[in-house]
């Protein structure tokens, strides 16, 4: 792997490190890593928990690649659910019959928010996180990860659409105060605290903690068929004249590259 790497602390407990420089975009070789990391945690009896954290300290996942045109994909196996291919990793990782866990530091926007929205549980830094879903200022929406599903069954359905309609970041203690992350902890002590949860839940016995995820769940992730329109949508958008204006603009800008554009985009995601 080139953009995921997986360390092994026991058994029972891995790491994943997330670095796509410059700002960790995800795009179709982090797809293709992250099911070869899928197909191998569904297949190991003894792996009880997954953390998911970033090699770059300011971008978590910065968003979707808006580069790339997935053609790197074409001699790849079939999504395993019948998803587009970024909607089959979100959906079998919330499903994993393991516990999985964002441990954010940095910006996480857009399909960066929809990943950790597919993860059980999010753990942020409270001086160093800022996510949002910030398609609407670019006259998109979600790509189709699931943040119009996820969110509003997590925050309610008012915090919902100001996250949604709204485009704009929300830091680590505003995320918590929303429900959007678990909590938000001090930055010093994110890794210490991350890693003694991890620990924790990685001494546990793996079967009793799938079941407990199923029953979880059974009553709180969305039905698969929701996320079909949601995606067609986003693809669609994507050749108007709006956007078209808008990434032009950006990637003149310096969308995708590290700077201030990347930086504040929930605060610049307007027209250029």
């Not at 300290?57 to 001699?75: K, M, N, Q, T």
């Not at 029953?215 to 669609?236: C, G």
């Not at 108007?240 to 700077?259: D, I, K, T, V």
């Amino acid at each position: 792997m080139t953009q995921i790497n997986i360390t092994k602390e026991s058994p029972s407990f891995w790491r994943a490190s997330l670095n796509n420089p410059p700002v960790n975009v995800f795009g179709a070789q982090m797809i293709i890593e992250m099911r070869a990391l899928l197909d191998a945690a569904e297949k190991d009896p003894e792996l009880t928990v997954i953390v998911f954290e970033s090699a770059n300290p300011d971008y978590f996942i910065a968003h979707w690649d808006l580069a790339d045109d997935l053609s790197s994909l074409a001699d790849q196996p079939p999504p395993v659910t019948g998803q587009q291919p970024f909607v089959d990793v979100v959906v079998r990782l919330s499903k994993l019959p393991v516990v999985t866990i964002s441990k954010i530091r940095g910006r996480a926007r857009g399909a960066g928010s929809e990943f950790l929205l597919a993860t059980d549980i999010r753990f942020a830094s409270r001086e160093r996180t800022l996510i949002g879903q910030f398609e609407m200022g670019a006259g998109s929406v979600p790509p189709g990860g699931g943040s119009p599903a996820r969110l509003p069954r997590l925050v309610g359905r008012g915090r919902a659409l100001e996250i949604l309609v709204g485009a704009k970041d929300f830091d680590g203690d505003l995320a918590e105060r929303y429900g959007y992350v678990n909590r938000a902890v001090p930055d010093a002590e994110l890794d210490e605290f991350v890693t003694a949860f991890a620990s924790r839940v990685a001494s546990f016995d793996r079967g009793a903690l799938a079941e407990i995820k199923g029953w979880v769940n059974a009553i709180t992730l969305p039905d698969d068929n929701e996320f079909p329109p949601q995606s067609a949508t986003f693809a669609a958008r994507l050749g108007m004249p709006r956007y078209e204006s808008w990434s032009a603009g950006a990637f003149a800008a310096g969308l995708q590259q590290s700077g201030d554009l990347e930086e504040r985009l929930g605060t610049r995601s307007v027209e250029f």
